[in-house]
T-cell receptor, first 111, second 115 residues
Framework: DQQVKQNSPSLSVQEGRISILNCDYT??????FLWYKKYPAEGPTFLIS?????DKNEDGRFTVFLNKSAKHLSLHIVPSQPGDSAVYFC??????????FGGGTRLMVKP | EAGVAQSPRYKIIEKRQSVAFWCNPI?????LYWYQQILGQGPKLLIQ????????DSQLPKDRFSAERLKGVDSTLKIQPAKLEDSAVYLC?????????????FGSGTRLTVV
């Protein structure tokens, strides 16, 4: 029973273009969503988050959009840079409790 | 601020052997988590501690996995006996009450290979 799903295992984008990573969830009790970035041989690091009371949160080149009716969120990276190449995990929480992670999307940004 | 420390970084064992992983969280972080990340999948929570008490261990395979956090600081996760399907990266994370989910910090993990 996967409550958080990232249906694209990989994504390849040209440097300077937009990267869009998608995430779907099934549990309507989730009220907080986070994106983590993971480089090889390192632990995941926090990137950006959004509360369910918002539909957009922006931090520099990173923007997260939340569509509660569709139970869908997305991470936009503009412009994409080669250093953004990593695995991106979507995670969700209900009432501040433990995080449930999606399976991850490997982003490759080509110079 | 020092990060979450984990050791060893890598471990290779034969099936049916035992193995233990160690985690030292960020100083002052009351909550400690152990996650299992199988290749190609997202991290899955095994156990959550609040100080030295267990909050959630519903996904811990208790017939072979055990974990403790005796003094509310560092923690050990043990597998006995190991199976091939236990091959994964074991991630420890910690968080402080005042920062909640935003302060969720992961260690670099221990990569376990069972052969």
């Amino acid at each position: 029973d996967q409550q958080v799903k990232q249906n694209s295992p990989s994504l390849s984008v040209q440097e300077g273009r937009i990267s869009i990573l998608n995430c779907d969830y099934t549990n309507s009790m989730f009220d907080y969503f986070l994106w983590y970035k993971k480089y090889p041989a390192e632990g995941p690091t926090f990137l950006i988050s959004i509360s369910s009371i918002k539909d957009k949160n922006e931090d520099g080149r990173f923007t997260v959009f939340l569509n509660k009716s569709a139970k869908h969120l997305s991470l936009h990276i503009v412009p994409s840079q080669p250093g953004d190449s990593a695995v991106y995990f979507c995670a969700a929480s209900a009432a501040g409790n433990m995080l449930t992670f999606g399976g991850g999307t490997r982003l490759m940004v080509k110079p | 601020e020092a990060g979450v420390a984990q050791s060893p970084r890598y471990k290779i064992i034969e099936k049916r052997q035992s193995v233990a992983f160690w985690c030292n969280p960020i100083s002052g972080h009351a909550t400690l988590y152990w996650y299992q990340q199988i290749l190609g999948q997202g991290p899955k929570l095994l156990i959550q501690f609040q100080n030295n008490g267990v909050v959630d261990d519903s996904q811990l395979p208790k017939d072979r996995f055990s974990a403790e956090r005796l003094k509310g600081v560092d923690s050990t996760l043990k597998i006995q006996p190991a199976k091939l399907e236990d091959s994964a990266v074991y991630l420890c994370a910690s968080s402080a009450e005042r920062t909640g989910l935003l302060g969720y910090t992961f260690g670099s993990g221990t990569r376990l290979t069972v052969v």
